[in-house]
């Protein structure tokens, strides 16, 4: 990841995963927000505690960088159970998932992340592995090959998905509880914030988090990230006024980095500025099918679906139409520009 990432909620580097490792939540006490899916989540844990079962299997759904990894981790711990991860690209044959299924210890939590990304073969021994907690095995070539049945120890499995649309309905279905992952509001986000600047002996205000709270799309893992670079802001640039080692972080340092980095005043990073530019300017503000957008931005359709429309859609710049998508009166002037046919009003004045 480069520096001009800085606000792609998708996590790249080594270093980043160490960071973000390190400031984790352990367990759902610690984690900020997502109020009704951490409810839902001790419910399930504790009903499955007092009969003394392994809990359902979950599904974690939502944009990148809101806390589903990190839930995941936090079902184990707070279940007691051992973790196993994995995930949908590593799993390219039925193969690859029967190895993995068969060595579980008994009640272990599987963690699979992005698995929408799954092996189509492997989706299909995963639904009986899910229900049953058995697989079966191919075993021989052509019209001598024969299935045997393998028993499986009983597993808790926790789904991640950016993209839950992408989902067979029969893998759906065998989830006991799907959660659905919202975005941080400023409140939350500012407690990520300061738990995080504790964790990093950061000293730093409070409009100084308020203002990255503002700037970081309602993602943790950006908050955090952007903490990390107002760090490293004050370090170099800061004069610590009380012989202390490190000078405290205040608006103007945040506001000086953020703008370092081209982080614009609602968090909007470069790709998020390129589409809505190329949507207002190339395509007279749409609608526009997503393609087309992709292609004209040289980005991945995926990840403008999954990463940068969300967030757009969210704060109201652009709204999504049978026909495409479309940006706002709100998109047209955080850009400064004139949306064509309509008139002067007394606002512009
Ligand atoms: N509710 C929370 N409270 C505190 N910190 C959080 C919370 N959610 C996420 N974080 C922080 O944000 C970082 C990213 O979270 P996590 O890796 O769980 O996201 P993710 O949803 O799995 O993203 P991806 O889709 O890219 O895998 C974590 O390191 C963690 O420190
Ligand atoms: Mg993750």
Not at 120 to 144: C, N, P, Q, T
């Amino acid at each position: 990841m480069t520096d001009l990432d800085l606000t792609n909620p998708e996590l790249e580097s080594e270093s980043e995963l160490a960071f973000e490792g390190a400031l984790r939540p352990r367990s759902l006490g610690e984690f900020v927000g997502q109020t009704k899916v951490r409810g839902q989540l001790q419910l399930l844990l504790t009903a499955a505690t007092m009969q003394q079962r392994t809990p359902d299997h979950i599904l974690l759904a939502g944009p990148p960088g809101l806390g589903k990894t990190t839930l995941a981790m936090i079902v184990a711990h707070e279940a007691g159970r051992p973790l196993r991860m994995s995930s949908g690209p590593a799993i390219q044959h039925a193969g690859d998932l029967a190895a993995v299924l068969s060595s579980l210890v008994p009640g272990e939590v599987l963690f699979i992340d992005e698995i929408h990304r799954m092996a189509r073969s492997a989706e299909e021994m995963l639904y009986l592995a899910m229900e049953d907690f058995r697989i079966d095995i191919m075993v021989g070539k052509g019209a001598g090959a024969t299935s045997v049945p393998l028993d499986l120890a009983p597993f808790t499995l926790v789904g991640a998905t950016t993209r839950s649309g992408l989902l067979p309905n029969p893998l759906r279905d065998r989830f006991g509880f799907t959660a659905h992952l919202e975005f941080y509001a400023d409140s939350e986000l500012e407690q990520v914030l300061e738990r995080a600047a504790r964790l990093l002996d950061l000293r730093i205000d409070r409009d100084a988090i308020a203002e990255i709270a503002g700037r970081c799309r309602g993602t943790p893992r950006i908050a955090n990230r952007l903490l990390r670079r107002v760090r490293d802001y004050t370090l170099v640039h800061g004069r610590p006024t009380d012989g202390s080692e490190m000078a405290r972080a205040d608006v103007a340092s945040v506001r000086a980095a953020l703008d370092l980095y081209e982080v614009d005043s609602l968090g909007l990073d470069r790709l998020d500025r390129q589409v809505m530019t190329t949507m207002l300017e190339r395509f007279g503000g749409g609608p526009v099918g997503l393609n087309t957008l992709a292609v004209s931005v040289g980005e991945e359709a995926e990840t403008i679906e999954a990463v940068v429309e969300p967030f757009l859609v969210r704060i109201g710049l652009i709204t999504r139409t049978p026909r495409g998508r479309m940006a706002t009166p709100e998109g047209w002037r955080h850009f400064g520009l004139r949306q064509p046919g309509v008139g002067l009003t007394l606002d512009d004045l």
